[in-house]
């Protein structure tokens, strides 16, 4: 959400709270094991949050389809959630915000995961991580959203994951959790434009892979034992970064998109997991999966400004509202235990409130902020 | 910060966003045009499209177009435009602009199918008798070498006194003569020429299996005819047709009361009085007969129950423990991972003794060794999504342990498994079912797969009998493999092994709703069917309130693994099949909304089960203090020691049993 008409966004924000406007904070979390997304709003003025609305999602109704991942539209009148399983394919569902109502569904690959639409093409970039597949490269699904077609599937990794588009709209970021790469994505072009070992041994510094044919390469074959194993990546909203949840060594990892190289790297709770940078650019938010707990660092120190403990044990994803006033936690639980929504005021680096979900909340998507 | 320097920056940023949004709603008006309005190709044929981008003065603009497919499997284009017929069909291709304000446009393709090359008729006897009819039969190719069922074919007849052909292609030839029929498909014609010969039929005699026997619903009854000549010798070709009145006892708007086959075989729905009539040519010759109530129908009385209050239930196994008492395992749907553990020995005090509970949302599938020690658990919905199998030793099913927890290949979930010989059998992440060697339960070990080729293929559920396991795959129905057969397998073997699993034979309906299937031999008839179950729900599913489902069972008749035959089904109006149990003629089958059905599956089977009246008896399970209170929804039964256990989504664990009815019949 937080590239989505940001400068408008931003000033409207800025423009509401210098005239003292309550704010109204809306996003979507998708439940995972409940097959349910919810509503979420949240008030700033009495700081409580809760479920607006439940909407039922998935296909098939007595088994676990797996809500994972949940984006909206730049212009907030849709929503789209990918079901991670099906019969064998994920699908890609599209709502309508505010009514909540389905529009259509389109099969995507094996286990589909997380998405963003591209202001540049007007298209969503969905990877499918297939996390209980092959250990082979998979790929990122192209979808038209006005008319849901399936345009085209770029290979890319071993379980792909986090999906997000750069600010210009121009390149769409993932990870290879498996092979430990950052890739980029031309949306234009529908290519991988580059990779990147995010390795400390195996970095290939600021390598142009853009011309290289991996076609050939049988990624299934290699030999490569994934060490950071990169779960997210989320580009800064005005510089030259990409910030990565290296999940399997517990960093923080800061790429250079014009160097094509890592600039920078922090040692971080176990496991983290989702990551988003906030609006202002100031911070970033990092959810730490191994520990149940959220990290809010700054980005020009380098420095963790806060650890704060989530109220499930398994900290999934995050979304921060376009003022980057508050950061929102999707936190899972575990068994039958509920999921949780998460609220923390960055302002104070406080959990202000939680609200109860369905079963292991996952995608995370903010929606809108009225007053 | 002081109010005119705030009031100042509050009317720049308004001014930013109002220009902002102008900026969008009065972006120049422009749109793509295509240099056709809808393409049609040849299959194979390519070509070049092109389209520029105008604006509403119809003014060129430098936008790029990029094109895509909208059925890339049947339309293959490259983003230049680039066109390739793969199927016949209707397609589209999408044409988008990218930058700012994006243009979309949609330009319809059709495929054409390839021209038909040959029709051939395919009824074709060697005689046609005067007075007699027959439908006509033909087989149409296309340029591609694909047989073709979409193309009409329109037959004329060069001397309709001879022979005329009605709307649906069905001869009738009415006196001697010489004629030529001519079959078109397309452009494509063929020709028979026929010399309609006397019809030597003097007369047609009709037999039938049950002559002198009582006759009820649901039977099925074969007649046999033959037309004969003046010496009563048979015409072998002459063609015969089978018809028939029915007199149904209820004849107040009742519904079709009998369905009758031109092979001979006739079933009755309802009880009344029936004439079956065979007909060749001018000759005919009828019987009539009377078809009683089947009258199969029993009271069920329920024997106890055991309540779940808070989660719903999922499967259920229930055995003989190694003590002698008798036990049940039931899992759990969408709430905390737990197996419950019941005791079963007093049926009408089934009450819990242990529960295991693991990482998972739902424990789909619970199934026991045939020893009773062993028992298998799945998991779904595991917080760190690595699902699979945990094997329990249920020796003392009141402080079960568990002996290992597997997950190898397995992590996608697993939502059925099967106990068979000292191996599992573990349907996971929807494609594919392992099969894992668990001698040493502490340490299992996959020793192989068995997964489907076919293009998206999915799986549900297997389920072994004699060493052939019966997968339901959906969309690919049911497919049976050898995994081991032995002796006792009521068909042929292909030396299959749980190392090396064997695909025997398969059926497939179209709907692609197959969940479950159970083989079974009839007792009565000796045949070897499948029962092939669908789930479906069109209604949607509400998770905190009453429910409805959709489907039915389907039979499948196999005459060797190469002839399948859907030739019977049972289905609930308004409601849907779930699991079921099959034993000495008598199918259990869990309806979900329309609760537990036993339904008389003994003799042949043909046509519509529950409206010949089959049923032995239903039972609705509700409770006021279920999870979902005072609404059935069915999920398995299984018969056990004279008692039917069956588990409920909504309620839990029941058993029940068949009463007596001194008036009822005997299947």
Request: aromatic residues 10%.
């Amino acid at each position: 959400m937080k590239k989505a008409s940001s400068i408008f966004l931003i000033s409207f924000a800025l423009l509401c709270n210098m005239n003292g406007f309550t704010q109204e904070y809306y996003l979507y979390v998708a439940a995972e094991s409940e097959d349910q997304v919810h509503l979420v709003h949240f008030d700033a003025e009495t700081g409580k949050g809760k479920i607006a609305k439940t909407i039922d999602v998935g296909r098939y109704p007595t088994e676990i389809d797996g809500p994972h991942g949940i984006s909206v539209s730049p212009d907030g009148e849709y929503w789209y959630v990918s079901i991670a399983h099906g019969n064998p394919y994920g699908m890609l569902a599209k709502y309508k915000t505010g009514t909540d109502e389905l529009v259509a569904t389109t099969d995507l690959g094996m286990f589909p995961a997380t998405m963003e639409i591209s202001e540049q093409t007007g298209l969503l970039y969905v990877v499918n991580f297939n996390l209980h597949g092959e250990m082979k490269p998979s790929t990122v699904s192209v979808v038209e959203p006005e008319s849901m077609f399936r345009l085209t599937d770029i290979e890319t990794g071993i379980m792909p994951h986090g999906s997000r588009i750069s600010p210009s709209g121009k390149h769409q970021y993932h990870v290879s959790m498996m092979t430990d790469e950052l890739i980029e994505v031309n949306t234009t072009s529908m290519e991988v434009s580059r990779r990147l070992k995010l390795s400390e041994s195996e970095s290939m510094g600021g390598m142009d892979h853009s011309s290289m044919d991996h076609s050939a390469m049988n990624h299934g074959d290699m030999k490569h034992k994934p060490v950071e194993k990169p779960t997210w990546a989320d580009p800064h909203p005005t510089k030259p970064f990409v910030y990565v949840a290296g999940n399997g060594s517990d960093e923080l990892i800061e790429i250079n998109t014009e160097t094509w190289e890592i600039t920078r790297r922090f040692e971080t709770g176990k496991a983290p997991y989702n990551l988003e940078v906030s609006p202002d650019g100031k911070l970033v938010v990092v959810s730490y999966k191994g520990e149940g707990s959220t990290g809010v660092w700054d980005i020009e120190s380098g420095k963790e400004l806060a650890k704060i403990a989530n109220t499930r044990r398994v900290s999934h994803g995050v979304t921060i509202s376009p003022d980057s006033k508050y950061a929102f936690i999707s936190v899972e639980g575990i068994g039958g235990e509920p999921g949780s929504v998460d609220i923390i005021n960055l302002e104070t680096n406080t959990l202000v409130d939680h609200v109860e979900t369905g079963k292991q909340a996952g995608g995370i998507y903010f929606w809108k902020q009225v007053n | 910060m002081d109010t005119l320097k705030k009031n100042g920056i509050t009317t720049l940023l308004f001014m930013l966003s109002f220009l902002m949004l102008t900026g969008v709603t009065n972006a120049q008006e422009k749109s793509i045009v295509f240099e056709m309005d809808q393409l049609s190709l040849q299959i194979d044929e390519e070509t070049e499209i092109t389209a520029k981008v105008v604006d509403s003065d119809g003014n060129v603009l430098p936008d790029t177009v990029m094109f895509f497919s909208g059925n890339r499997r049947s339309l293959i284009v490259s983003q230049l435009g680039r066109v390739k017929a793969i199927k016949p069909g209707s397609y589209s291709i999408i044409a988008i602009t990218l930058g700012e304000n994006r243009v979309r446009k949609v330009l319809p393709v059709m495929v054409e199918f390839p021209p038909v090359t040959s029709v051939q008729f395919t009824t074709k006897p060697e005689n046609v008798y005067a007075g007699t009819s027959f439908p006509l039969h033909f087989e149409v190719k296309d340029a591609a070498g694909a047989i073709r069922e979409n193309v009409d074919v329109m037959v004329s007849s060069s001397d309709k006194d001879v022979i005329s052909i009605n709307q649906f292609n069905d001869l009738r030839a009415s006196k001697k003569g010489t004629v030529t029929l001519t079959a078109k498909a397309e452009d494509i014609t063929v020709e028979w020429k026929i010399n309609v010969k006397e019809n030597p039929t003097a007369s047609v005699s009709l037999s039938y299996n049950y002559e002198d026997k009582a006759i009820r619903t649901g039977d099925v009854i074969r007649f046999e005819a033959s037309a004969l000549d003046r010496r009563d010798r048979e015409v072998p070709d002459a063609p015969i047709n089978y018809t028939f009145i029915s007199s149904p006892d209820d004849n107040l708007g009742q519904g079709a009361s009998a369905q009758m086959e031109q092979d001979g075989r006739f079933v009755a729905n309802h009880p009344g009085k029936y004439t079956v009539m065979a007909r060749s040519g001018n000759m005919v010759a009828e019987t009539s007969f009377r078809v009683d109530k089947r009258n199969v129908q029993r009271p069920i009385e329920v024997v106890g129950k055991g309540i779940v209050p808070d989660v719903k239930t999922s499967d259920l196994w229930v055995w003989e423990g190694v003590d002698g008492r008798d036990y049940a395992v039931t899992g759990t749907w969408g709430a905390r991972g737990e197996a419950f553990f019941w005791d079963v020995t007093d049926p009408t005090n089934i009450h819990t003794i242990d529960t295991v509970q693991v990482d998972a949302r739902t424990v789909n599938d619970v199934k026991v060794s045939e020893d009773g020690t062993i028992a298998v658990i799945t998991r779904e919905g595991a917080s760190d999504r690595k699902n699979g199998i945990i094997i329990l030793d249920v020796t003392d099913p009141s402080n079960v342990e568990i002996l290992s927890e597997y997950n190898e290949d397995l992590t996608g979930g697993v939502h059925n498994a099967f106990i068979y010989e000292n191996h599992v059998y573990a349907v996971n992440n929807g494609r594919k079912y392992d099969i894992i060697n668990i001698e040493d339960p502490r340490n299992p070990r996959t020793v192989s797969q068995f997964e489907l080729d076919t293009p998206g293929h999915a799986i549900h559920d297997v389920w072994i009998q004699d060493g052939i396991a019966y997968s339901s795959n959906w969309g690919d129905g049911v497919i049976a493999v050898d995994i081991g057969s032995n002796t006792s397998a009521d068909m042929p073997g292909a030396g299959g092994s749980p190392e090396n699993p064997v695909p025997l034979g398969s059926y497939t309906y179209p709907s692609g709703w197959n969940h479950a299937a159970f083989p079974f031999k009839s007792k009565s008839t000796g045949d070897f069917y499948i029962a092939a179950g669908d789930e479906a729900f069109p209604y949607g599913l509400d998770r905190q309130g009453p429910n409805r489902a959709a489907g039915w069972v389907h039979f499948v008749k196999f005459d060797g693994w190469d002839n399948p035959k859907e030739v019977a089904r049972y289905q609930v109006p308004e409601a849907g099949s779930h699991n079921y149990w099959i034993e000495d003629d008598i199918m259990y089958a869990a309806f979900y909304n329309g609760g537990l059905r036993i339904v008389d599956i003994s003799g042949e089977l043909m046509g519509d089960l529950y409206q010949q009246g089959r049923e032995i008896g239903m039972f609705l399970p509700t409770d006021k203090d279920a999870a979902i209170p005072n609404a059935p929804f069915t999920w398995g039964p299984m018969p056990y020691k004279g008692l039917i256990y069956l588990s409920d989504w909504n309620s839990g664990i029941w058993a029940v049993r068949v009463g007596e009815d001194p008036t009822a019949g005997t299947n």
